[in-house]
């Protein structure tokens, strides 16, 4: 009976600890990777490190801009935008998500490591424009607010 029991703890805390990503990473098929457009804005996933999980944050972004987000870590990551309207999948290490248009400022975070965080700031840039985003299209501007 008390092995039973053992095997039984066993098996749940391994199911728990695996639920919730800890360590896991799904296998990097390069070619399966998405097309990037060239003015893509482009949010690195550096870590599980609650507001400083992604880089830049918050990401400057005009309306109608493209915003892909770069796996740069280790581990699987999977974005979320906080009011429900995209999921990104998993993202494997060294992984992109798929070119997303968005169309408002949002907060977003990682599914699987919720204490990841991130924001989106607007700009009143058009798209192609990198007057507020800098030329490397990584939101590194000063203009925009954040909501």
Avoid: E
């Amino acid at each position: 009976m008390r092995r039973t029991l053992s095997a039984a703890a066993a098996a749940a805390l391994t199911l728990a600890l695996s639920a919730c990503g800890g360590g896991y990473t799904a296998p990097t098929d390069a070619s399966a990777q998405p097309t990037i457009p060239a003015d893509a804005v482009t949010v690195d996933n550096v870590g599980v490190a609650g507001a400083q999980s992604f880089s830049p944050n918050p990401a400057t972004v005009a309306a109608g801009r493209t915003i892909v987000w770069h796996n740069v870590d280790t581990i699987t990551h999977r974005v979320v935008l906080d009011n429900g309207q995209l999921d990104t999948g998993n993202i494997a290490p060294g992984g992109y998500s798929g070119p997303t248009t968005l169309v408002a400022p949002l907060g977003y975070h990682c599914s699987i490591h919720p204490v990841m965080v991130g924001r989106l700031a607007s700009t009143t840039t058009t798209a192609g424009d990198n007057a507020d985003t800098g030329s490397d299209g990584k939101g590194t501007g000063d203009g925009g607010s954040t909501y």
